[in-house]
């Protein structure tokens, strides 16, 4: 963990009024970071598989839905380590993946919307891996090259110097939503060579590709990027789209409470989003026996994850880019050397913590610039998880320039109420505060409540402290007035 994070826990817990105990984490973190991670005997294999837009509550074990059909997640987590409270630090694809890829905020990786290419400076997580003798391999959806074909990018083809790090073998496609369809449609290979598919479902076609790639002989330790489009909706058809008949089949199941009170496009999308998320875990489950037939399992991390969630336009006019539990909130569940055995880690993390984490697991030291801190402590550290920080900035954009802290018990945003769109503001306004204790599906805003004016101070100084080691300075916040 770098100083700067050390520096900033223990201010962050000072504006909280403990800085005594701020010292003590301090102290312990100061000591974990001095040690180097412990090499592995040999370096395990690497599969992140990222579902997009795939709630947290529609995976079975996190026990939050009826209806959800996923053994194959389920099993993961019998087996591994279930993030309950895993946050994704911006709300969107191509930011998201920033964060994911580099360990930093997306103001600071040159991709705080979709469209924009990752800063080329930054270390990332393949290249870190591949520097350390690990093949880096992606099969799937990117984002993180030139949206615009007048940047030299587009939704196809990726030139290796946009790729992140991924050097190895390539089939991907930066933005998969345009250039393919639920039952057709093109990747592209390292040399921009199509690989097309047809009349086969998305997720199958690009299981099939993880499934040619393990099978292959490796002399090398790999890290795959196995990255789904589903349960995204497709874009040009301005819905989710499940495989052949599983919108019947999902026809009346059940609708989550924080979707259920509210207007919005549930109704028609549920169904195929339901189909899409058990082609998921099917795809994992797969994937999974694969890698136990050629003898891969016992020495592969497998990590699930999303970059965001899906409110179904309840929050705003479309699927996400909101700072409600359904667009942040997202599952993760790591199994593999490192992460063996049952347990459920409920401390609150973000997606900015597993670049850190993955390196940390592989026996290698994170950067310098990285941002996130690794979560294995909370594994088996007491200490560590009573000085965990439990808080995350959440950066919202393209909807609107707001800025939140979620910590286990709130969720407090700020915007920018001229309603600019933009990297930053200078200065916001109170916005949202949600007692996540009280109310899980966040249908009471309590900002600008008399009776909850010190808590929101409170938390306004937490989100100023995140916002500086963000790199984002000191904007103003003023507080909201709407209930004097």
């Not at 180097?36 to 996190?62: C, E, H, M, T």
């Not at 089949?249 to 409470?257: K, L, M």
Request: proline residues 7%; glycine residues 8%.
């Amino acid at each position: 963990m770098s100083i700067n994070r050390r520096n900033f826990i223990l201010s962050t817990a000072a504006a909280a009024g403990q800085a005594a105990v701020g010292a003590a984490a301090v102290s312990a973190q100061q000591k974990h970071s001095a040690a180097k991670p412990a090499v592995p005997a040999k370096r395990p294999n690497i599969i992140l598989y990222l579902s997009d837009q795939f709630r947290w509550d529609f995976v079975g074990a996190n026990g939050a839905n009826s209806s959800t059909r996923t053994p194959n997640l389920d099993a993961m987590a019998r087996r591994g380590k279930n993030f309950t409270h895993a946050v994704t630090n911006q709300p969107v694809c191509a930011p998201a993946r920033s964060v994911l890829m580099t360990s930093r905020y997306a103001t600071e990786t040159g991709v705080w919307h979709n469209g924009e290419a990752l800063d080329q400076s930054l270390p990332t997580l393949a290249g870190e891996l591949r520097k350390a003798g690990y093949t880096s391999n992606l099969i799937g959806k990117w984002h993180l090259s030139p949206g615009a074909v007048a940047k030299g990018g587009g939704p196809g083809y990726v030139p290796p110097e946009h790729r992140g790090g991924f050097l190895d073998l390539w089939e991907g496609a930066n933005a998969l939503e345009h250039t393919s369809h639920p039952y057709e449609g093109s990747l592209f290979d390292q040399d921009g060579k199509e690989i097309t598919f047809k009349d086969q479902y998305r997720v199958d076609f690009l299981t099939d590709r993880t499934e040619r790639f393990l099978r292959q002989k490796h002399e090398k330790p790999f890290f795959l990027f196995v990255s789904q489009l589903e349960p995204h909706q497709q874009n040009d058809l301005n819905r989710m789209v499940g495989p052949k008949g599983s919108a019947e089949r999902f026809i009346n199941a059940h609708v989550p409470a924080d979707l259920r009170a509210l207007p919005g496009d549930w109704h028609q999308q549920l169904p195929d989003y339901y189909g899409a998320c058990e082609s998921i875990d099917a795809s994992v489950g797969r994937i999974r026996k694969i890698l136990q037939e050629e003898h891969l399992a016992d020495n592969t991390i497998f990590v699930f994850i999303s970059d965001h969630g899906c409110h179904f336009m309840t929050r705003n006019q479309e699927y996400k880019r909101s700072t409600h539990n359904s667009s942040v909130r997202i599952p993760l569940i790591i199994e593999g050397p490192g992460f063996n055995g049952a347990q459920q880690i409920p401390e609150l993390t973000g997606i900015i913590n597993i670049a850190p984490t993955l390196l940390e697991a592989a026996g290698l030291t994170p950067p310098a610039s990285f941002k996130g801190r690794s979560t294995l402590p909370l594994l088996k550290d007491t200490a560590a998880r009573e000085q965990w920080p439990n808080k995350e900035l959440i950066q919202i954009s393209e909807s609107m320039t707001a800025r939140a802290v979620r910590t286990p018990d709130w969720t407090y945003c700020v915007a920018d109420i001229t309603g600019a769109k933009k990297a930053a503001s200078p200065s916001y306004q109170e916005y949202q505060l949600y007692d996540q204790r009280n109310d899980p599906h966040e249908l009471v805003n309590l900002a600008g409540r008399k009776e909850y004016l010190e808590k929101s101070a409170e938390l306004r100084k937490e989100l100023q402290a995140l916002l500086e080691y963000a790199g984002e300075g000191s904007p103003e916040i003023k507080p909201a007035t709407l209930y004097p």
